[in-house]
């Protein structure tokens, strides 16, 4: 039972435009979420959080949205850069442990 | 060092062997994880500890996985009879909870490859 998906395993996106990575939820109980960003051969970083009391949390060029009714959130980068190809997980939390959704490879090109 | 910190950060070996990964977390964080991801894979949970509790064992794969953790401080994944589909990043993460509100450190993770 996968409660936190990524639909989109890649994204590709041109040097200054916005990125939008996006994650569906299915467990209500859920009311903290995180993006997390993994470049090759390194562990992940934290890269935003936000709680469920909120609808936006903005970060320099991280956004994060939350749409609680439709258990959607999602990351906005924007202007993206060529530092910001990676992977990007987001996770979400209830009472108990982190869900990880699969990442999507984001690619920006020059 | 100030962050998470795993060891070995290679492993090379032959199927039916036995590994032991270990993880050192942050100093007071009392929450630690351990993950894998195998090639073109997301993260996939194994095991946490929180504390005292007992930990939550729902996701290691097989009866050949099983991890520690002592002092509530490092912890290590053990790996018996290592199959070749075992081969993956197991990378371990610590972390401290403020409220409802956790965030999760990552160490660099172990490269285990089973021949």
């Known amino acids: 039972d996968q409660q936190v998906k990524q639909n989109s395993p890649s994204l590709s996106v041109q040097e200054g435009r916005i990125s939008i990575l996006n994650c569906d939820y299915t467990?209500?109980?859920?009311?903290?979420f995180l993006w997390y960003k993994k470049y090759p051969a390194e562990g992940p970083t934290f890269l935003i959080s936000?709680?469920?009391?909120?609808d936006k949390n903005e970060d320099g060029r991280f956004t994060v949205f939350l749409n609680k009714s439709a258990k959607h959130l999602s990351l906005h980068i924007v202007p993206s850069q060529p530092g910001d190809s990676a992977v990007y997980f987001c996770?979400?939390?209830?009472?108990?442990?982190?869900?990880f959704g699969q990442g999507t490879r984001l690619t920006i090109n020059p | 060092g100030a962050g998470v910190s795993q060891s070995p950060s290679n492993k090379v070996t032959e199927k039916g062997k036995d590994v032991e990964l270990r993880c050192d977390p942050i100093?007071?964080?009392?929450?630690l994880y351990w993950y894998r991801q195998s090639l073109g894979q997301g993260l996939e949970f194994l095991i946490y500890?929180?504390?005292?509790?007992?930990?939550?064992k729902s996701g290691l794969p097989s009866d050949r996985f099983s991890a520690e953790r002592t002092g509530g401080s490092v912890s290590t994944l053990t790996i018996q009879r290592t199959q070749q589909e075992d081969s993956a990043v197991y990378l371990c993460?610590?972390?401290?909870?403020?409220?409802?509100?956790?965030?999760?450190?990552f160490g660099p993770g172990t490269r285990l490859l089973v021949l």
């Open positions: 996770a979400a939390k209830g009472a108990q442990k982190l869900v």
């Open positions: 100093s007071g964080h009392t929450a």
């Open positions: 467990n209500s109980m859920f009311d903290y």
């Open positions: 936000i709680s469920s009391i909120k």
């Open positions: 500890f929180q504390g005292n509790s007992a930990p939550d």
């Open positions: 993460a610590s972390s401290l909870w403020t409220g409802n509100q956790e965030t999760q450190y």
